[in-house]
């Protein structure tokens, strides 16, 4: 336990500095992103550009920090939009049930039968491209997972005789839901929502990737990628630099989710004892 | 003797899915005012249903339910919340009747605060509570899993006793203690009766803690009440057959 709390500070430390690079990432960058030299084109990583330059001459290393910026943010964004609707849907159907309950799990049954990267190809295809239009179109076919988790986690605990004993101490449906369901089923969502903000940055710099996501001139590591990998051969470090910032970023995210999981996940299963 | 609480008739039925299961089958009871009613038969007799259908949390099928001379079966939510201030129950698992991430007083305050209490008001009386129930203070800022069963079981009837209630309906209040707990709950419980006057419903199966407490026992087979009278009557002479073998079982 101590060993892995141990583990969770460090990550965390990691994150929030990863976090700090990508505020401030206007401060931090050696070189403007943004400005193009072509004299300078395709250089090799060396003293003047650490991680070489690009296709148009700029700095790689301004535009791989500048990118932190629009990756990650977006994907936290995508997450924190996600977590909030889902849970927001599932408290409802999980307290509400009936028929609606129903017809909206049905729906949510839909998005998730449906691949949903080819889903959100197509949404971000009407919508056009753009960051924002990428991180809609992610939401629109993430929320189900958040909306079954929280809605499972609802029904668990929904008939416990905490919940019973608050209605009896006079406790209104919404009281009871917002100040008993919801903080028992934080944890388990809040895992999740750890766990999953690595894989909504891999999808988002998917459709990047894909020209749906981040428009170019905008630094964002999907799109670099996919402007460098006609390059792969002769400047592998155009699509290696991105690469490999999301590949660290993505994995530490993972492991903060994965150790956020472990320490929190033992004790917050809420027993429930069957009544007679 | 005035009644408190007349349960006429009520009906519930439970789907397996397709399977009806009758958990109440025309059950009819009263309570009458400072009486300690025993309600006891085997499990899955229906007698909590009958507990949460008299407390609202369930509805039933059919029949009728007066308090005070009120009909309740179909009061609407404002309604249910001047029930709760004359009727409170008693869970059989005290640990998991208080909210796993909140204090136990903070589910006293929840009941106290929810009858328009002021915060510094239900400080006050959340220590005379915990005093009527001999709970040290020291306990009430501890969560559930950090006190004992009896320990627990205190603080929920505290919590019971905040509004003042005509009615203590006890689902097996007492069952998942242990003996010595047991019998110190069960004191408690006949100490507040006596101070307090109020009625009890006290379902159990133990027909040894009815007898230490009740003024009438019925004996529920079923989903219906099969015989009725005080507690040494249906212990001694038994007139139904079901009856005997309820008592033999523990006697």
């Known amino acids: 336990m101590r060993r892995q709390k141990v583990k969770l500070y460090v990550l965390l430390a990691l994150v ?30 060396g003293r003047g550009h ?44 999980g307290w509400r049930g009936g028929k609606l309950d129903s017809f909206i799990m049905r729906i949510s049954d839909i998005f998730l039968a449906f691949p949903g990267m080819v889903f959100a190809i197509a949404v971000a295809g009407v919508l056009g491209g753009g960051i924002l239009n990428a991180v809609i179109a992610l939401a629109c076919i993430s929320w189900p997972k958040f909306a079954r988790l929280a809605r499972s986690q ?69 799109s670099m990628m996919s402007s460098g990998r006609s390059m792969l051969q ?18 530490l995210f993972n492991l903060l989710g994965d150790t956020v999981r472990d320490v929190m996940d033992p004790r917050q299963s809420v027993q429930h004892v069957d009544r007679r | 003797m005035r009644e408190i609480l007349e349960v006429l008739d009520v009906k519930k039925t439970y789907y397996k899915g397709k399977q009806p299961f009758m958990a109440v089958n025309g059950l009819s009871f009263s309570v009458g005012e400072g009486e300690c009613l025993g309600l006891v038969g085997e499990s899955g007799c229906g007698k909590s249903t009958a507990a949460r259908i008299i407390t609202g949390l369930e509805k039933p099928d059919s029949g009728s339910i007066r308090l005070e001379g009120r009909e309740i079966r179909e009061a609407g939510r404002k309604e249910w ?44 009386r959340i220590r005379e509570l915990l005093e009527m129930t001999e709970l040290e203070a020291e ?16 603080a929920a009837i505290a919590r019971a006793l905040a509004v003042s209630p005509k009615l203590l309906i006890c689902d097996e209040a007492t069952s998942a203690l ?8 069960v004191e408690l419980l006949k100490k507040l009766q006596r101070d307090t006057q109020m009625s009890y419903l006290l379902i159990s199966h133990d027909l040894a803690l009815v007898q230490a407490m009740c003024d009438r026992v019925l ?26 073998i309820l008592v033999d079982s523990v006697f």
């Open chain 1, 16 to 45: 929030l500095m990863l976090l700090g690079i990508a505020a401030f990432a206007p401060h931090l960058v050696p070189c403007d992103p943004y400005e193009q030299n072509l004299s300078q084109a395709l250089q090799a990583p």
């Open chain 1, 50 to 93: 650490l991680l070489g330059t690009d296709r148009y001459g700029r700095d790689m290393l301004s535009r791989v920090i500048m990118g932190s910026q629009t990756t990650i943010f977006s994907a936290l964004l995508l997450v924190a939009v996600i977590t909030v609707t889902g849970t927001s849907v599932g408290l409802f159907c």
């Open chain 1, 154 to 222: 609802v029904l668990m605990i929904k008939d416990a005789p905490f919940v019973a004993a608050a209605r009896l101490s006079g406790s209104g449906g919404t009281k009871i839901v917002f100040s008993h369901i919801l903080p028992n089923i934080l944890g388990p969502v809040l895992v999740t929502a750890t766990l999953d903000i690595g894989t909504m940055m891999m999808e988002i710099a998917g459709l990047s990737f894909l020209g749906l996501g981040a428009m170019p001139p905008i630094a964002e590591w999907g």
């Open chain 1, 234 to 251: 002769t400047s592998p470090w155009v699509i290696l630099a991105p690469g490999c910032a999301i590949f660290v970023t993505v994995m």
């Open chain 2, 81 to 124: 919340k001047r029930i709760y201030s004359r009727v409170q129950m008693v869970f059989q698992t005290p640990q998991d009747s208080f909210d796993p991430r909140q204090k136990l007083e903070d589910g006293i305050r929840e009941a106290l605060c929810n009858q328009g209490m002021k915060k510094r008001e239900a400080q006050v």
């Open chain 2, 139 to 154: 306990y009430a800022g501890r969560y559930p899993h950090q006190v004992s069963g009896g320990q627990c079981q205190r």
């Open chain 2, 178 to 185: 242990d003996v010595t707990v047991q019998a110190q709950i």
């Open chain 2, 219 to 244: 004996v529920m087979y079923q989903g219906k009440i099969i015989e009725e009278g005080t507690p040494d009557e249906v212990i001694r002479s038994p007139r139904e057959e079901y009856t005997r």
